[in-house]
C-alpha cells in the first residue's frame, strides 16, 4: 500500500513538473514568435519604421533580448536549474569547442569555393554597434553579439531540454522528438521573410536552418557542453553567411 501510495506521488509530482515546463515552452515561443510583429508595429507606429531601423543596434538588439532569451533565464533561475542542462559547464567543453570551431572553418571553406565572402556582416544591428563612438561601440557590439548568438542557442537549448522533459526523454540521450518540435517551431517563423527576401531566398534560408538547428543541439548533446554550438551560431549570425 505505502508502496502504491509513493509511486502515485511520484507521478502526481511528474505531471505536475510536465505541465509546468509545457507551460513554460509555450510561453517562451508565443512571446519569442508571435509578440515581436506586435510590438515592433507599436514602437514603428510611434517613432517611425526608419527611426527604428537607424537605431537597430538599440531597439533590435533590446528586442532579441527580452523577447527571446530574458523569459528562458527568467524560467530557469526559478526553477533552479543547474547550468549543466543548458551546457553551462567545463564538461565537454574542450570537445565542444574544437567542434564549434571545426564548424566555423567548414562554414567559411563552403563560402569561399561558392564564391561568398567568409565574412559579411548584414545584421543592422551589429554593423550599427561598430559604427559607433569608441568604447560605446565595444559595449553594443558584445551586447548585440550574445543577444544574437550566445543568448539564442540558450533559448534552443531551453525549448529542447522542456520538450524533452514533457515527452518523457532523457536528458542525456539525443532525443529526437525535442529536437524536432524545437528544430521546426524555430525554423518555420522565418518562412515569413518570403515578403522581404523573395520565395526563392526564404526557402533556402529555411533549408539551412532546418539543418544548422539540429547540429546546434546534436553538438550540445553530444559533448554536454553549449560553447561550441555558440561559437558556431554567433559566427553564422554576425558573419551572416548562412
Avoid at 70 to 79: N, P, T, V, Y
Avoid at 159 to 167: C, M
Avoid at 184 to 192: F, G, M, R, V
Wanted: proline share 4%; glycine share 8%.
Amino acid at each position: 500500500m505505502m508502496e502504491k501510495r509513493f509511486r502515485d506521488m511520484k507521478l502526481s509530482q511528474r505531471n505536475l513538473v510536465s505541465k509546468r515546463h509545457l507551460f513554460e515552452a509555450i510561453t517562451v515561443y508565443l512571446v519569442s514568435f508571435i509578440f515581436p510583429p506586435f510590438i515592433y508595429a507599436i514602437f514603428s507606429s510611434t517613432l517611425g519604421f526608419e527611426y527604428l531601423r537607424a537605431h537597430a543596434y538599440i531597439f533590435g538588439t533590446l528586442f532579441e533580448f527580452f523577447l527571446v532569451g530574458f523569459l528562458c533565464i527568467l524560467f530557469a533561475i526559478l526553477d533552479r536549474d543547474s547550468g549543466s542542462t543548458y551546457g553551462l559547464t567545463s564538461k565537454g567543453l574542450v570537445s565542444s569547442l574544437v567542434i564549434g570551431l571545426a564548424l566555423v572553418g567548414a562554414h567559411s571553406l563552403m563560402s569561399h569555393i561558392s564564391g561568398k565572402p567568409v565574412i559579411d556582416p548584414r545584421l543592422d544591428a551589429f554593423t550599427q554597434s561598430l559604427t559607433q563612438p569608441f568604447p560605446q561601440n565595444i559595449g553594443f557590439a558584445l551586447f548585440c553579439g550574445f543577444a544574437y548568438g550566445p543568448l539564442q542557442v540558450f533559448f534552443l537549448i531551453f525549448l529542447v531540454d522542456r520538450f524533452d522533459n514533457v515527452l518523457d526523454v532523457k536528458s542525456s540521450r539525443i532525443g529526437y522528438r525535442g529536437t524536432i518540435i524545437t528544430v521546426l517551431l524555430w525554423a518555420l517563423p522565418h518562412i515569413l521573410n518570403v515578403t522581404v527576401l523573395g520565395p526563392t531566398v526564404a526557402l533556402i534560408q529555411l533549408a539551412k536552418l532546418l539543418i544548422i538547428g539540429p547540429i546546434l543541439i546534436i553538438v550540445f548533446k553530444y559533448t554536454g557542453s553549449s560553447l561550441g554550438s555558440m561559437v558556431y551560431w554567433t559566427f553564422i549570425e554576425l558573419a551572416q553567411t548562412y
